[in-house]
């Protein structure tokens, strides 16, 4: 009996898998299917990829990267504090709330912004 469970188990577990994996394949049909037909995608959001989304926008106001739109570079020290300032504020109220890879990937992102912009905004001073 014990044998005959355990084999109707496997059975109902292999229809779980086999379920999931026709899931996983029509989705990935319908996405090729899309970026066949010139369609836009979007990635899977997640704090990570907002943070970084957050730091992208602040490089290009401090003018470390080109401006995707003009490929120049082009600053503008008070939109990149915005954006930095921002990036902080949500360390401190996520605080507590994000996983180690979340939070290392905050604190990275806030520390090397940081130092771009002091070292921008020096530069100007001077």
């Avoid at 994000?98 to 130092?115: G, H, Q, S």
């Amino acid at each position: 009996m014990k044998t005959l469970r355990r084999y109707v188990g496997l059975i109902e577990m292999d229809e779980i898998k086999k379920n999931i994996d026709e899931s996983w394949k029509e989705v990935a049909e319908k996405q090729k299917k899309a970026l066949g037909e010139g369609k836009f995608i979007p990635p899977e959001v997640d704090f990570k990829f907002f943070i970084t989304t957050l730091a992208l926008q602040a490089s290009i106001f401090l003018g470390v990267i080109a401006n995707p739109v003009t490929n120049k570079k082009e600053e503008d020290s008070n939109q990149a504090k915005f954006i930095i300032d921002t990036l902080g504020m949500l360390k401190d109220k996520t605080k507590g709330n994000l996983n180690l890879e979340e939070t290392d990937l905050l604190e990275n992102v806030l520390y090397e912004l940081r130092m771009q912009y002091i070292s921008k905004t020096q530069g100007e001073k001077k």
